[in-house]
């Protein structure tokens, strides 16, 4: 009998001495506060219920950004406020497939026919409608086509006079609001060395503008608007946010950013600050394109 205690106890000093060598399990991502301080998801989602709207800025081939924007949608569709969801990477010119699609009039195969969509489409946006379409709530493509931000890249902003009345309804009210001052859009011309000349920001800001102008006309007080884009549209709370600043100041907005790590268990300083929260996330994480 002693002896068996004897084994039995040795047994279990091995066990807890090559468990404890045994490295804490790799995390894929950590949450933070826009100060750096670290977050809990539930604590996240505590704040953002109580916001009007959240700029959900991704890494648009991001698999953990995915995963966790249709993991927002389920949380917050179970708050209070009513829920709406929105996109950059679907056109405005393709709200109607995406309408036809949520009620029913068209049916999945016809809508991956029908509409312009990302490479990723399938893995990582279409999730986000069918969770819309399956919980009766309105997605909102809220982008400029593809081709009137290349006119304004080419022509400025006056490249846009010549559209018909028809199409600039899928654009953001002209002329449209511009301020070249704004460190986003000084930092593009930096990146890219002055080619594409003064009109490059301005091909960016004319998506912001639009985005936020739907935005801004699907919301109503009392709801929820959970949208997602890439960083570079809302960090540093410009971008979308600037414009929706701009008509509705009075607000409650959130912000989002994903960023890319080596080591995720302390933010890096240069990604303090970008949004009021950021999502940390390992840099080996598979990609999705």
Partial sequence: MIKTIFT????????????A???????????????????TYRKMIRQLAKSDIILFGELHNNSIAHWLELELAKDLV????????????IERDNQLEIDDYLSGRIDSKALDTLIRKPINF????????????????????SNIPRRFAHIVYMKGFEGLDA?????????????????????SYKDMMGMMAGHGGANLPKAQAVKDATMAHFILGYFAKGKLF??????????????????LKKKEPNLNYKTISVVSQEDISKLAEDSKGVADFIIC???????TY
Avoid: C
């Fill in 226 to 243: 959970l949208h997602y884009n890439g960083a570079y549209h809302s960090d540093n709370y410009e971008g979308i946010l600037w414009y």
């Fill in 78 to 89: 179970k708050k209070e406020k009513p829920l709406v969801l929105g996109t950059e990477l």
């Fill in 21 to 39: 060598q045994v490295p804490r399990h790799k995390r894929a991502y950590q949450l933070y506060n826009g100060a750096g301080k670290k977050i």
């Fill in 8 to 19: 039995t106890g040795l047994l279990l000093m091995v066990l807890s001495v090559s468990f």
């Fill in 122 to 141: 399938n893995t990582d946006y279409k999730p986000l409608i069918n969770f819309a379409k399956a919980h009766h709530i309105p997605f909102v493509a």
């Fill in 163 to 183: 559209l018909s009345d028809h199409e600039k309804k899928w654009v953001a009210p002209l002329p449209v609001d511009y301020d070249p001052n704004l460190k």
């Fill in 281 to 287: 996330v390992d840099e080996d994480m598979t990609t």
